[in-house]
DNA sequence: CCCTGTTGGTTTCATATGCAACCATCGCCC
DNA sequence: GGGCGATGGTTGCATATGAAACCAACAGGG
């Protein structure tokens, strides 16, 4: 890449990539977050906890966090909350008594026939104004991102 | 784009671009505040407030908040602790007395002639697996996705 | 000129968050 | 098989956050 100018003239926020995804993903969490939020009374976090274990039928605390790389305790709490509403069930697991196995209940799974829809209606309008090819791109672009990001940590 | 099977049926969060798309600027937003914070003492909101007095000279709280889209409080608060270091100044606005105008002191000027160099060249490390079309490419496709969040809004 | 509705900014409050301490269990080595 | 460090999960705590209440100061129509 460029390595043009290194001083601290001419510094132009909008520019800086950085701030301009986080920026990006901050407004598109939100307006999501309003959907899953007001529609239906679930956290973000709780959304991802749900549309991991429909991915992959039964998972562990542990590898939801691994997945999605969200703190230990905020996990928790979703979990918690979660099965309170009756969305998801836990049992202790055979293998190892501190592990519990999340599964999603029917209501779990009749919540996500509802909203899994929603969720891909908004995101195809969201990138209505992006070519296929764009989009398979950026997809690309991020992913390498973030090997590049595992890379410098 | 393509409006393929919107049934609820084998849906991978991993390829849901919201998702994607926080994840990697939640990690990304991480890594730089961990440079704010352990080696000056900065929150990201003061951070924004910083670049954007350098940007522009002189803003209103008003302004910063139009630019970022932060939250009142939240400006509001980044500034009070700034105008505590001494890193920028505020004094009423001629024109509105409600208002009061921002601008560095020599103190920021010279916290931000070390912070944005050692910025930029963390921006550079990152994206340094990016040819420079694909950078320019990305700005592009984020600001497309800007516009059209700003119409379905 | 008031009176009223609006706007910039601060503060308060309830909630969300992450870190760290904690507890129980596990795996392993002696 | 009994310690002992590591690990999954929960909880307590201190901080950060956003929404809403609040306070001045403005604008402009009567």
Redesign the pocket.
Same mark, same amino acid.
């Given at each position: 890449m460029c390595a043009d100018d290194a001083s601290a003239s001419n510094f132009d926020l909008e520019r800086f990539l950085p701030y301009r995804l986080n920026h990006l993903a901050d407004r598109i969490s939100q307006a999501l977050a309003r959907l899953y939020e007001t529609r239906h009374d679930l !956290?973000? %976090?709780q959304w991802r906890v749900l549309a991991w274990l429909h991915h992959r039928e039964e998972l562990? %605390? /542990?590898e939801i966090?691994d997945a999605t790389r969200? #703190? /230990? %305790? /905020?996990v !928790?709490?979703a979990? &918690?909350a979660l099965e309170a509403r009756g969305l998801i069930r836990r049992r202790p697991s055979p293998r #190892? &008594?501190?592990? &519990?196995d999340l599964r999603l209940t029917e209501a779990g799974r009749a919540l996500l026939a509802e909203l899994i829809p929603e969720a891909r209606a908004w995101e195809a309008e969201l990138v209505a104004p992006l070519s296929v090819a764009e989009y398979r791109e950026l997809l690309d672009v991020m992913g390498r991102l973030e090997r590049q990001l595992a890379r410098l940590e």
């Open positions: !956290s973000v %976090a562990t %605390a /542990k966090r969200m #703190d /230990k %305790a /905020k !928790s709490r979990v &918690q #190892d &008594q501190r592990v &519990q």
